[in-house]
Each structure stands twice: as C-alpha cells, then as structure tokens.
C-alpha cells in the first residue's frame, strides 16, 4: 500500500514539474519588481508607436514555436551563423529595442535574474492588454537558449498553409485545434505586407485569377494596395480595421472572407475549428478566455539553460 501511495506520489510530482517548471511566483524573493519594469518599458514604448503590441506578440509566438520559448528570436547574428531575426520570414519582427530596454531595467534592479525569455512573455502579455485585451498571470522560470539559426524559420507556418498543415504544425509543439483557432485570434492585431498574401488576389490558379474564398470587394482593395507592378516593398493592409485593438474583429471578418491569409481562412475548412471560429466571432468572452489559456500554454514550450545579461548576445 505504502508503496502504491509513494508511487502515485512520484508519479503526480514527476507529471507537475515534468511539464515545464514554471511558477507564478519565480522572482517573488529574487526580483519582486521585475515585472513591473518590464510593463513599465512596454508602455513607454507604446505611448511613442500604437504597432508595439503586435510587433512584440508575433516576437514571442515567433519564439516559442522554434526550441521553444528560449529567448532564440532575440539573439543577433554572429560570425557565420545567421540568427533567426535574419531569416527570411522576419519581415514584420521589430520592436526588439522594446525587449532590450525592458532588460536594461531588469538588469538596474537585479543583475543576471530574469531571462529575456521571460521578459518577452511578460512583455507578450502586457502588449495584449495595453491594446485592450485581457491579461492574464504569466508563469515565469524560463531560460535562455544559446542556440539561434535562420535556416530554422523554415519550421514556422505560412500563410499559405492548409488546415492539416497548421494541425501538424501546432500538434507538433504540443497544441490542439483550439489553441490554433484560439492563438490565430493574435492577427486581431498588426499589419501584413502584400507578399503574404498576393498568392491570393492575382493569378491564383488555372482557373481563377482570385481566391474564390476572399470576398470580392476586399479582394479589390487588397489589389489596390498591392500594386503588381511599381512593388513598394512596404505595401501591405492591416489585419483588420481595428489593428491595433485586441478585439474579436478578427473572427467576424474571417466569417465574411475578410481576412488576409489563407491559414486564416483555412480555420473554416474544418468542422471543429469552424465551430470554434463560429463562437469566438459570437463571443469576445469565450476568445479570450480561449486565447488566455492558449497563451500559457504556448509560452510554457520548454527552452533554454541560462540567464543572459544582453539579450542579443549568449553568456
Ligand atoms: C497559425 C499560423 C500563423 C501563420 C501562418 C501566421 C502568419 C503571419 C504572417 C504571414 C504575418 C504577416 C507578416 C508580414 O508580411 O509582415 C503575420 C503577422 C502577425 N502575426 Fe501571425 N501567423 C500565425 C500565427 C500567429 C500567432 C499564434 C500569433 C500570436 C498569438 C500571431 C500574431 C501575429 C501578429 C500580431 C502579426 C502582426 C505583426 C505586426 O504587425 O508587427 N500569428 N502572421
Ligand atoms: C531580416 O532579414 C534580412 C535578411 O534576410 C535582414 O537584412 C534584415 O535586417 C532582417 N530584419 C530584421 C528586422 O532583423
Ligand atoms: C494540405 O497541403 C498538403 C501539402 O501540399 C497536401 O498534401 C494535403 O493534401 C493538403 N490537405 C488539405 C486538407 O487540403
Ligand atoms: C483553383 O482553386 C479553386 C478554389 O480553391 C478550385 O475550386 C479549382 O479547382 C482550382 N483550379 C485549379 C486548376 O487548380
């Protein structure tokens, strides 16, 4: 019997710290003001330019889905390695200098403690409220990784994605069908440039010059953005009308063909994330209470081993 009990014992320890040990309170003794600072610097940062909460929310989902939340998207290229923030898809990464000085902070108060992964995800989460959003408690105890490649953005979705490739895609971190639905809710949030999306509005295919599934009145505005000659490499169109609000928005237009990529308009190829899309669009409460529960668990992927002093550059 005592030995039964000891095993369930392990057993429930081994599943509660096997998962990722992260805790709430990481630096209530080590860095009590830690959090604040870094809120401190987000804000600051947002009051000067109203695209830092995108900018810093695609940062963190860009870090967590390669070597998991380890702080790799904030390292700087080397010698011959080329970092992840040089690889091809980091068209729309900025803002780094928000992370960097919410760092600089964090380092006044207490040298060598918190992880500029850590950082990131409090900071992902302090975007998403400074934009209107819900919040949320972040658990913290990440380290920093060491390792940061380009050739590893390959791993990322891309906007043209189909359904079972964004499954494969989220499955393979650990995430459902739902934190896809739920988490794809970020692009509430933020501005695309025309490469993502021209696939859709201009020689989509043998038989149709625009994607079928993209309302025709938005297709046309997207084709006056996008010029296909005279290419400005920043043209794009925001995500949608209120981009720089953390709304259900998103969801609604993604019901009519309105929104830009098709990995959003995939969500409704398929009766479960149909249905999902469905409710969030009907209840802004049930998104975030989904997306909150997503963001935890996709900010908890394990990642690195150590504490980094510049958040550019490994110990
Ligand atoms: C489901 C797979 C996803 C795909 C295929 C995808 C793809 C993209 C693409 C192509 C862009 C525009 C890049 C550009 O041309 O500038 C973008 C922007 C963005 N994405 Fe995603 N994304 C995905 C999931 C997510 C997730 C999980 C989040 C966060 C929870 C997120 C947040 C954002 C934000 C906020 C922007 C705007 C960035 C800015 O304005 O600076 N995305 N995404
Ligand atoms: C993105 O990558 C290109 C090279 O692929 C690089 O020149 C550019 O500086 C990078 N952008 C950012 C924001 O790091
Ligand atoms: C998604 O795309 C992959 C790769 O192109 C293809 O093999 C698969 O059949 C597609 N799945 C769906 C549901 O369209
Ligand atoms: C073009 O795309 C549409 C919509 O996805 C599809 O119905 C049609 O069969 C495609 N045509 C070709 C030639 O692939």
Redesign the pocket.
Known sequence: MAVIVALVCALIFSVSSLGNGLSSNYYEKTCPNAEAAIADAVKKAFANDKKVPAAILRMHFHDCFIRGCDGSVLLKSVGQN?AE????P??S??A?YVIDNAKKAVEALCPGVVSCADILALAARDAVVLAGGPTWDVPKGRKDGRVSK?SETRSLPGPAFNISQLQQSFSQRGLSMEDLVALSGGHTLGFSHCSSFEKRIRNFNATHDIDPTIHPGFASSLRSVCPAKNKLNNAGATMDPSSATFDNTYYKLLLQGKTLFSSDQALLTNQKTQQLVSKFASSQKAFYDAFVKSMIKMSSLNGGQEVRLDCKVVR
């Open positions: 080329t923030k040089d690889g091809p980091n068209v990464l900025h780094f380009a």
